[in-house]
């Protein structure tokens, strides 16, 4: 509560100071060194869509499935899942409910299946994007899952795993500063800091270029089929800007940079030293259908 009580300018101030002391903890017991090759998931699925086109529920399940258990290196999703929360844990899952694309209930589901089977009770369980500050859940969570879909964004050239926390400060607009540059601070919030165990990007129908606030094209849309999972949102985000960057090149014909660009990632490695960026250091697993993979 004191920190909200902070001016925006004394709390990127006191942020940033926490960034240049030491590395950025993301979740227990997760952190990066100069010499660490960081593990990103992707998996795709041909059928993830019906003949009607709406997702397959057991088809995202066995998706996150696959991507948790390369990610840990486990043989059995609960198993993997027990890695990630503990049985006495307080559980918010973060998600997206911007109505042209949302995380989807499918995904929603599919993680609280796995949390639930990893022994929370239902009752520790809460999700939620917009209203998290007056959630019981999220106010006592001791752990935190991350999904949102990958988008195009007027402020800060993408919505990724790292904006999405943006929910978690009472006023969001103070963030759009110098396109959304410190969104990085968001995860070192008190309400944030150190509780995050998984972050999963959704590449379901990715939305690659948009004009506006608000703007949407389904044209501007593709089914890549896709989820990307990985335990530093960083280095979630960089692989999912790539594959943006890429469709972008495809769909007009040239280098078209995104606008804003979206300097957030990189500066949440290169500013507040928290997770990876460089795809040098990203050990990239891409799992199932191939096709059209673009990375």
Known sequence: MKKRSLSRREFLKEGAGAALAGTVMLSVPFTVSARDKIRVVMVRDAGL?????????????????????????????????????????????????????????????????????????????????????????????????NARPMRTHHWSGLGTCLKNYIMFVPRPPEYHDDSCADLALLWNLPVTRNKTRLNILVMFTPLFHSIGPHGFNPEHTWRYNGLIVGRDPVAVDAVGRRIIEAKRREFFGEDRPLNPPAKHIDLAETRHHMGVADPARIELIKLGWQEGVMI
């Open 49 to 145: 869509f019906d003949e009607a086109g709406y997702l397959r529920a057991a088809t995202v399940q066995q998706m996150l499935d696959r991507a948790v258990l390369a990610l840990l290196e486990e043989k059995d999703p609960v198993t993997a899942w027990k890695k990630l929360v503990m049985a006495d844990d307080i559980v918010g899952i973060k998600t997206n409910v911007w109505k042209n694309l949302p995380t989807t209930a499918e995904v929603e589901n599919a993680i609280k299946t796995r949390v639930m089977a990893a022994g929370i009770p239902e009752k520790s369980i809460s999700i939620r994007d917009r209203g998290v500050l007056s959630d019981p859940i999220f106010q006592n969570a001791t752990a935190l899952i």
